[in-house]
């Protein structure tokens, strides 16, 4: 349901992707389906998608972080007195946060080429470049918050 | 069109570019600095600061962009490493990092030339645009 509600919010904000009249809930339901088609291994294939719901999570929780961010930028800067010391210790948290966000998703990447062989893995990496756009996905989704 | 699903997922550099303040944000603040700075010296002075904002932006988007090759051929590679994602992750943040702190230097600069009522004008409450990268 999460991942159907991400990937709604992805149709809304096809403006400016390159395929923008492609159905995003049918996107996601085709790689699922790749990857069941893909994946040798029915076990495997489980596992591989459980991680990419995993991905979804932590592109939810991103996109939070960002929305949040710019919020608390944009107050921040409204403030003319704000100091160069209270904007760089923000820009130095949001740093640290997402250096942590990072970690997690190259682990999760780490993981799903474990989960699958070279040939597979091809295969469902080029879907994913090809048809997930993720500038939509996460920044897209926060330039409503401006 | 591979841009980079690693580079915008990971890096959170910004919009369609790597920065969270797009060209379109600087010509908005442009004609607000047009509107609410009523002396043409300082609104010279403050759109200088912006000009040099916006090539910043510019220079960083450049950046992010070229990154996108790079992460996208990693993560198509099934034998990459994950420290090679990471290196080219962390060089991508100390740009970005560098990027922000000329920002806010901008930032300072700008305030030069802007009272602070002129600057609740431009950036305050109500006020759709920010430099939101600042």
């Avoid at chain 1, 040798?40 to 592109?59: G, Q």
């Avoid at chain 2, 932006?57 to 420290?83: C, M, P, Q, W």
């Avoid at chain 2, 990471?86 to 100390?94: A, C, G, I, Q």
């Amino acid at each position: 349901m999460k991942q159907l509600a991400l990937l709604l919010l992805l149709a809304t904000l096809a403006s400016g992707c390159s395929k923008p009249n492609l159905d995003p809930a049918k996107l996601r339901a085709d790689e699922t389906a790749l990857v069941q088609a893909t994946v040798a291994d029915p076990a495997r294939a489980e596992k591989l998608l459980a991680l990419l719901d995993e991905r979804d999570r932590l592109i939810d929780e991103t996109t939070g972080m960002l929305r949040q961010y710019r919020r608390e930028m944009q107050a921040l800067n409204a403030d003319y007195d704000a100091s160069r010391e209270i904007i760089i210790e923000m820009i130095d948290y949001y740093n640290r946060d997402r250096a942590e966000k990072q970690l997690r998703f190259i682990e999760l990447i780490k993981q799903m080429k474990a989960t699958t062989s070279a040939a597979e893995w091809e295969v469902i990496a080029e879907f994913q470049l090809d048809n997930f756009n993720p500038r939509q996905l996460i920044y897209g989704r926060v330039t409503g918050a401006l | 069109m591979l841009i980079a699903m690693l580079t915008v997922f990971l890096l959170g550099g910004g919009l369609l570019g790597g920065s969270m303040i797009t060209p379109s944000d600087i010509a908005l603040m442009n004609e607000r600095v047009e509107l609410a700075v009523e002396d043409p010296k300082r609104a010279a002075v403050a759109k200088e600061a912006l000009v040099e904002l916006e090539t910043e932006v510019e220079d960083f988007n450049k950046t992010f962009i070229d990154s996108g090759d790079r992460l996208s051929a990693l993560y198509l590679d099934h034998g990459a490493s994950s420290y090679e994602t990471l290196r080219t992750l962390e060089s991508l943040n100390v740009e970005w990092y560098a990027s922000q702190n000329r920002t806010v230097k901008l930032r300072a600069r700008l305030k030069e030339s802007i009272t602070a009522e002129e600057w609740a004008k431009i950036f305050g409450a109500g006020q759709a645009v920010l430099p939101s990268n600042l």
